[in-house]
């Protein structure tokens, strides 16, 4: 049985209720989340030896969260990811968006759903969160109605819907933001962590962080996650511009992905605390994202310090980055009439 709690955190500077909901199962397991980019703010969960300790990465006071480059785990939308040189042609009609990351647009702008208060409730044991995007906003065309549903269970399972329609078509990616470390979020370096991703192609990324259009094998290379293996040793790698990127910034494809088909994505875990962290999405990539530029750039954070680079790992279950420009790619268009509807599961255990 499921039980939530839903107290006034804080208010922004426009004068709107910040929101933070608690639930508890009957484990001892905790998730916080907030109508704030309805944002995961905590996930407590116990180690093989049943502490329990918060493994996602988030900040000390609500205001960390406003604006912050890092999104710390947030919804971010319209489109997750990038889109090269905020340029993108929909129905025939080309669309300039903000460039926001170099020459490209990401995670839909600066003032992108990350970045916003969320209309929120408690249904039963889950709670619903609801946002309207407005025709044009950020430059997007059509107004699009979101709603991310957080449901947790006695199982330390965590599962996000997200569920969208629009108006005109439209462009639609969205995806949890959420870092992860399973030796709590307050122990340094999650590179001695092991992954293991359901994926044997990778795509190539161009010096930019935009995808080529080709795919890589995966065999051989720093990005074989097919069995357990450690961040460290490949962070450095010159393989697909990761040393670049300074670490893993880089989207893997879903071995055996069927459209609205929940499947298995992979596992984290961390040999020292026992945790481990299985992955489940309907969508058709995974990006693998080392925290590699999270010094000094991140406010205060809940154990009263400031994260390191590497301090956490993000698995952001998703589209393909820039599947609008890539005719190839999943299709990430949303059409009047249509339900996006997808899926993320974030079950916690131990080994």
Known sequence: ??????????????????????????????????????????????????????????????EGYFYDSAALGKSVGRVANRIAYGRMTVEGKEYRLEVNNGVNHLHGGTKNFANRIWESRVEENRVVMALTSEDGDQGYPGEVNVEAVFDFDDDNALEITYLAKCDRTTPVNLTNHVYFNLSGEHSGSVLDHELRLNSSHVLEMNERQIPTGRILDVEGTPQDFRTFRTLRPGIDSEFNHIRDFRGYDHPFIIDGWKPNILGEVGELRDPRSGRRLEVLSSQPSVMLYTGNWLSGGCPETKSGGRYEDYAGVALECQNYPDAVNHADFPSPLLHPGELYCQKIVFRFGTF
Do not use: C, F
Request: without cysteine.
């Open 1 to 62: 049985m499921i039980e939530i709690e839903q107290n006034l955190w804080s208010m922004t500077p426009e004068g709107e209720a910040i929101i933070l909901y608690t639930m508890s199962n009957s484990r001892g397991g905790r998730v916080r989340v907030t109508n704030y980019g309805a944002a995961i703010v905590s996930i407590e969960v116990p180690d093989r030896e049943g502490h329990i300790d918060d493994v996602a990465l988030g900040y000390k006071h609500p």
